[in-house]
T-cell receptor, first 113, second 113 residues
Framework: AQTVTQSQPEMSVQEAETVTLSCTYD???????LFWYKQPPSRQMILVIR??????QNATENRFSVNFQKAAKSFSLKISDSQLGDTAMYFC??????????FGTGTRLTVIP | NAGVTQTPKFQVLKTGQSMTLQCAQD?????MSWYRQDPGMGLRLIHY???????DQGEVPNGYNVSRSTTEDFPLRLLSAAPSQTSVYFC????????????FGDGTRLSIL
């Protein structure tokens, strides 16, 4: 069975500071993909960043980067220079070759002005 | 480019009523899926389809039916609504390759009284 665990239900960060959201997962698959999705109050699900398990290099998208530790099955999201628009729920998700996504329970991030 | 379109955005039903949530995508994606989002539980997979004429069950399929007669459309049917089905429902689609991220609709908030 695939499981995704986000152990931080809520976090807050000062504007312009850096914050890291944690995610761990469990799988017996050797090839898989990891994603972080953002859900603002508008309810949309927005892809933030993705990582392919066979790639050792950590993915980066502008102010967003990941720390992917395959042996530890850890996939944390770092947000640098936090902005008010980053306030949202963040979901870690895992996908196998069957194409189905498994989500964590989410972390609610609040950026404080 | 409309992406994934869900209708309606909001709906209130009485227990025992039937309802179809519509989902359409214009990206020629082969893979489509339905998730429900409940407080504190993240998104959970209800049903999915890897192409026209092919559907399969996800994590929480009970009480829901789907069909896929065309590549574009993937409706979700509640035959006899129950209060436990009160939730926010998301439709998503992606290309068939596993590294393709899923594109989400804006969600349908469904309340069963």
């Amino acid at each position: 069975a695939q499981t995704v665990t986000q152990s931080q239900p809520e976090m807050s960060v000062q504007e312009a500071e850096t914050v890291t959201l944690s995610c761990t997962y469990d799988t017996s698959e050797s090839n898989y993909y990891l994603f972080w999705y953002k859900q603002p109050p508008s309810r949309q699900m927005i892809l933030v960043i993705r990582q392919e398990a066979y790639k050792q290099q950590n993915a980066t998208e502008n102010r967003f980067s990941v720390n992917f530790q395959k042996a530890a099955k850890s996939f944390s999201l770092k947000i640098s220079d936090s902005q008010l628009g980053d306030t949202a729920m963040y979901f870690c998700a895992f996908k196998t070759g069957a194409n189905n996504l498994f989500f964590g329970t989410g972390t609610r991030l609040t950026v404080i002005p | 480019n409309a992406g994934v379109t869900q209708t309606p955005k909001f709906q209130v039903l009485k227990t025992g009523q039937s309802m179809t949530l519509q989902c359409a995508q214009d990206m020629n994606h082969e893979y489509m899926s339905w998730y429900r989002q409940d407080p504190g539980m993240g998104l959970r997979l209800i049903h999915y389809s890897v192409g026209a004429g092919i559907t399969d069950q996800g994590e929480v399929p009970n009480g829901y039916n789907v069909s896929r007669s065309t590549t574009e459309d993937f409706p979700l049917r509640l035959l006899s609504a129950a209060p436990s089905q009160t939730s926010v429902y998301f439709c998503a689609s992606s290309g068939q390759a596993s590294n393709q991220p899923q594109h989400f609709g804006d969600g349908t908030r469904l309340s069963i009284l």
